[in-house]
């Protein structure tokens, strides 16, 4: 799987909008982008994913350059309880036996 | 959505003695289960993967003959911490594989909060 490379902490305000990179520069064209979240003491949550069309869900968007290189998770209006650990993977996701590893993530403090 | 338990949510126990961790998933059924631990500051480190009927396959660098993981239907698989130390206190998370045909969609439980004095 391609690495992904995102900030390590990042803060935002009460809801404002919260945008986070991730660069992915070897993606291969393949691979989907997928993006999981993580509070503190609990299994991670599923977020949402995109191949190459910007997508939207409930929960946030997702927009994906055209080179596919980068991608960028938007929460558009951030809440306290928006506070984690957002995680950043790139898969085939098409395959039962690919593995879901996961990076650093980046620290998102949302603060009122 | 896809609710994927964990049993239990913390446990102690003392060092040389074993501890079974159960995973679940609620309503589906899942073709692929995975372990991950997670040390404290730290991010997910996949364990191992394994598949109903089949044995597991271990990362390497993790012991398979430590981390015993029974995967015995599509609903259960376990993880049993043989002769637990205290370098094996840890959060343990798993997680459920679900789909056919498509694009496949991975749920995790909430893990389960091991302590080993």
């Known amino acids: 799987d391609a690495k992904t490379t995102q900030p390590t902490s990042m803060d935002c305000a009460e809801g404002r909008a919260a945008n986070l990179p991730c660069n992915h520069s070897?993606?291969?064209?393949?691979?989907?982008v997928y993006w999981y979240r993580q509070i503190h003491s609990q299994g991670p949550q599923y977020i949402i994913h995109?191949?190459?069309n910007n997508e939207t869900n409930e929960m946030a968007s997702l927009i994906i350059t055209e080179d596919r290189k980068s991608s960028t998770l938007i929460l558009p209006h951030a809440t306290l309880r928006d506070t984690a650990v957002y995680y950043c993977?790139?898969?085939?996701?098409?395959?039962?036996?690919?593995?879901?590893?996961f990076g650093t993530g980046t620290r998102l403090q949302v603060f009122p | 959505g896809a609710v994927v338990s964990q049993h239990p949510s913390w446990v102690i126990c003392k060092s040389g003695t074993s501890v079974k961790i159960e995973c679940r998933s609620l309503?589906?059924?899942?073709?692929?289960m995975f372990w991950y631990r997670q040390f404290p500051k730290q991010s997910l480190m996949l364990m191992a993967t394994?598949?109903?009927?089949?044995?597991?396959?271990?990362e390497q660098g993790v012991e398979k003959d430590k981390f015993l993981i029974n995967h015995a239907s599509l609903t259960l698989s376990t993880l049993t911490v043989t002769s637990a130390h205290p370098e094996d206190s840890s959060f343990y998370i798993c997680?459920?594989?679900?789909?056919?045909?498509?694009?496949?969609?991975?749920?995790f439980g909430p893990g389960t909060r091991l302590t080993v004095t």
């Open positions: 997680s459920a594989r679900t789909g056919q045909g498509g694009v496949y969609e991975q749920y």
């Open positions: 995109g191949l190459k």
């Open positions: 394994s598949n109903e009927g089949s044995k597991a396959t271990y």
């Open positions: 309503d589906f059924q899942a073709t692929t």
């Open positions: 070897t993606i291969s064209g393949n691979e989907y």
């Open positions: 993977i790139v898969r085939l996701g098409r395959y039962n036996t690919d593995k879901l590893i």
